[in-house]
């Protein structure tokens, strides 16, 4: 219970820090949302009208915590940009990020586990060498760059889709998934050729424990020992690294999503920088941090479920 | 049942919605036209046509809105909503007559209190602002007749049928209440849907007064990613895109052909003529002297683009004199011109450009190695739009720029207007008594030999005092699919969606 409170605790101290460092750097940025939207026609007396339209002119910490006020109530707020509620704008886009980060995150899990014990287990063969170097490779390319890389090969060279060609979800969702699976694969790859590294020598250095040796000689086989004994012990680790990547997955889909035209909150959170739209920005922050302060929850949860030693702390 | 098989079953059923949903929404058939068209940005300040403010929103709106007059093809002002106007002796009013039979994409017909509703609330005469700078010379908007509306002006004014053109200035329902949501006009398209930052689909509006559209439905589809452009026009995602640039346009597959007109604007290095050096004009001179605009038509456009001397376009042909030639590229001379003005070893200054406008960047870059031959140092500082436009256009905050400026309207005026020294949009803070007062001849004289000779000394003004470092009206790409035909190039910044067609139909 108490763990709970104090993860609790610390859920409403980040969104809150990372709100108010948002505004503040609103604050310092040149330009504002009224010469954003009245562009090279602004005439000082109309900036200032729209800016009182816009609430601008109210002292930093009364708009601040008035946003918070709202935000806390589930009112975001209308956007300037749009002139439409910023949740119902936010509501119809959270689909489309939600489900290329899950799908990046399952790809990462599923490249990454197999390769990993596959490579560990024959470490001598040559597979496992190729395997190891183009991990490392891949590692290095950024998934900005990958981007380019998948629409070409994938697209441009092979047809396998077709880029630019997003379909949204509530009009056909076979096409939206697999729309969806080229950039979840750019996204993907150098964070799975990093956990599959980690795995590999996670489960190469518990090889070497005592407990194994001690487990040979009880007479298991190798495949038991693997899987029943330093497998759970060395799992630890990448689920961590997992936790970590899930959040980084969150942050590379926003970049991915330029290179692959998906309308997504990466789009939405540039433009709305762009036109200093501080509504929508910060909505599309708070709800970010809240999902990365949630997978760190569920990290903490698997671990209690995967390590006795934790339980009961 | 097992456990595994329980969780087997789940995900059977689970599965069942999502290969319906492929199964039942495949492909619409082709019975109906429709064309994907690609847009840079999304219409981010307003669908209010009067409260529009970017280029790129007007030129998408123009095909939902129009006002009493509109422009055509070769830059005509010809009649829409108002099927014809005549103008009092004195120049004071100007009387429309209302055209029968205009409707309104919500299927109501155009009265005249919907006119005055419209004309009122963008002269600020309802107690708003001031909304489309031009018609703030209205006096008063008065229902003469059921299909006749007055418009009385302040002082007279031969540009006021131009600014009435403007699609900012559009006839809109007064019965409704959120313009800016829900988009209500007279125009060949209307609008159905948007998803921020992805898309707007418009529809044929099959109550239009004129001719009616070909193609019945058109996406827009927002691509605000330079890399992603030619991806998606090969792709097939996207039918056609405008304003490309010569090295996208390389890109293209066989499916596209490839059409080349002018964007109608002046792309210059703007000089703040307020701050040292540029306070002198020698100085100007001599950077004048120095860029070679031939070379960077070379470097940057593959020679395509219309060099320009002063601020006019050649489309305005009326009132365009070639000044080109003002300054030849002469080295030596700018050399000895900067001695004159005390800066025999050259300066430092900075280029603000901003950095979402890459043949802005390209030039400036061009630029900056041409003026190192003179000694002249020049630093190019990219910025996003938002604070070239706070910094460099509000603020004048800045020594240089490389931008290109068109006209807000269909007038000559519009581009000259701004170099008034106390012009609120004088961003380059151009100052020459000889200049206002040429200028404030425009509004006395009558005649229009006498106002287009005006017209061409104040370009000529601008030359000879090398306001800015004058480079090109640049050349405009539009790539459409082998599928259409029918582009269609205005003077102006719209896109004129009606025009198009399917090839054959």
């Given at each position: 219970m108490k763990a709970v409170l104090k993860k609790l605790l610390t859920f409403i101290i980040t969104v809150l820090l990372v709100t108010l460092f948002v505004f503040v750097a609103f604050e310092m940025i040149p330009g504002d949302a009224a010469t954003a939207r009245l562009g090279i026609n602004a005439t000082p007396e109309a900036l200032e009208k729209m800016r009182e339209e816009m609430g601008l002119t109210r002292p930093f910490f009364v708009r601040y915590f008035s946003w918070l006020g709202s935000f806390f109530f589930g009112d975001m707020g209308v956007s300037y940009s749009y002139g439409v509620s910023v949740r119902s704008m936010l509501a119809s886009k959270l689909p489309i990020t939600l489900t290329l980060t899950l799908m990046a995150f399952i790809m990462v899990v599923v490249l990454s586990i197999p390769i990993g014990l596959y490579s560990s287990k024959y470490e001598d063969r040559v597979f496992a060498k190729v395997i190891d170097v183009s991990g490392q490779l891949v590692m290095s390319i950024p998934p900005f760059f990958l981007g380019i890389l998948v629409t070409y090969v994938f697209g441009m060279l092979l047809h396998m889709f077709t880029p630019g060609g997003f379909v949204s979800y509530d009009i056909n969702f076979g096409k939206f998934i697999s729309y969806l699976i080229f950039p979840a694969l750019a996204i993907a790859v150098p964070k799975a050729a990093m956990s599959t590294k980690l795995l590999k020598t996670s489960i190469l250095s518990e090889r070497r424990l005592d407990y194994v040796r001690t487990a040979y000689s009880r007479g298991n086989s190798t495949m038991d020992v693997l899987y029943k004994h330093v497998l759970k012990n060395a799992v630890i680790p990448v689920i961590t690294f997992l936790g970590m990547t899930l959040a980084d997955i969150v942050a590379g889909s926003l970049v991915i999503e330029q290179v692959f035209s998906i309308p997504g909150y990466g789009r939405l959170l540039i433009s709305s920088i762009a036109n200093r739209d501080y509504p929508v920005v910060q909505a599309i922050i708070a709800i970010i941090a809240m999902i990365v302060i949630f997978i760190n929850l569920l990290v903490d949860v698997t671990y209690q479920v995967l390590d006795p030693r934790l339980r009961g702390n | 049942m097992s456990k595994r098989r329980i969780l087997a079953l789940v995900l059977c059923v689970a599965l069942i919605p999502a290969v319906a949903l492929t199964a039942c929404s495949g492909d619409k058939s082709d019975a109906s036209s429709k064309i994907v068209i690609g847009i840079p940005q999304d219409l981010e300040d307003s669908l209010d046509p009067h409260e529009a403010t970017a280029a790129g929103t007007r030129e998408v709106l123009f095909n939902v809105y129009e006002g009493l007059l509109k422009p055509d093809p070769t830059g005509d002002i010809v009649p829409a909503v108002a099927s014809d106007y005549s103008v009092s002796v004195d120049g004071f009013t100007y009387s429309f007559i209302l055209r029968d039979g205009v409707k309104f994409h919500d299927g109501t017909n155009v009265e005249a209190e919907d006119v005055k509703y419209s004309i009122e609330k963008c002269a600020g005469l309802t107690g708003g602002q001031v909304l489309i700078a031009g018609l703030s010379n209205i006096e008063s908007v008065e229902i003469a007749d059921k299909n006749l509306i007055d418009i009385t002006l302040k002082e007279p004014d031969m540009d006021f049928p131009a600014y009435i053109a403007n699609t900012n200035a559009a006839i809109i329902p007064r019965s409704n209440s959120k313009p800016a949501t829900n988009p209500i006009g007279t125009g060949p398209y209307m609008y159905v849907s948007r998803s921020p930052q992805d898309n707007i689909v418009l529809k044929k509006f099959d109550g239009y007064w004129g001719t009616p559209a070909n193609i019945e439905d058109v996406t827009l589809k927002i691509i605000p990613n330079a890399d992603s452009i030619v991806m998606n026009l090969n792709g097939g995602a996207v039918d056609m895109f405008a304003r490309l640039t010569v090295t996208q346009t390389q890109q293209l597959n066989d499916n596209f052909e490839v059409l080349e007109g002018e964007m109608n604007l002046v792309q210059a290095l703007y000089l703040n003529n307020a701050v040292k050096p540029f306070d002198n004009v020698d100085v100007r001179r001599a950077l004048s002297y120095a860029v070679d605009v031939d070379n960077i038509l070379e470097l940057t456009s593959e020679k395509k683009g219309f060099p320009v001397g002063s601020s006019m376009f050649p489309a305005f042909s009326k009132y365009y004199i070639d000044l080109s030639d003002s300054y030849p590229t002469d080295i030596e001379k700018a050399k000895e011109l900067l001695a004159s003005a005390g800066y025999p070893d050259g300066f430092s200054f900075s280029i603000t450009v901003p950095s979402n406008y890459q043949p802005h960047v390209e030039a400036a870059q061009v630029i900056s190695e041409q003026l190192k031959k003179i000694g002249v140092n020049a630093n190019i500082k990219l910025v996003e739009w938002n604070t070239w436009l706070s910094?460099?256009?509000?603020?004048?905050?800045?020594?240089a720029t490389v931008i290109g400026v068109d006209a807000s309207s269909l007038t000559a005026t519009a581009m000259l207007d701004r170099f008034v020294s106390d012009a609120e949009n004088n961003f380059t803070n151009y100052s020459d008594p000889a200049y206002d007062e040429l200028f404030a001849k425009l509004y006395i004289t009558p005649g229009d030999e006498e106002r287009v000779e005006i017209y061409k000394e104040l370009q000529k003004n601008l030359a000879e005092n090398a306001a800015n470092v004058y480079i090109q009206d640049m050349a405009e790409f539009v790539a459409l699919s082998d599928k259409y035909e029918g582009y269609t190039f205005y003077p102006l910044y719209v896109q004129d969606f009606a025009k198009l067609k399917l090839k054959g139909q």
């Open positions: - | 910094d460099v256009y509000t603020a004048r905050n800045y020594e």
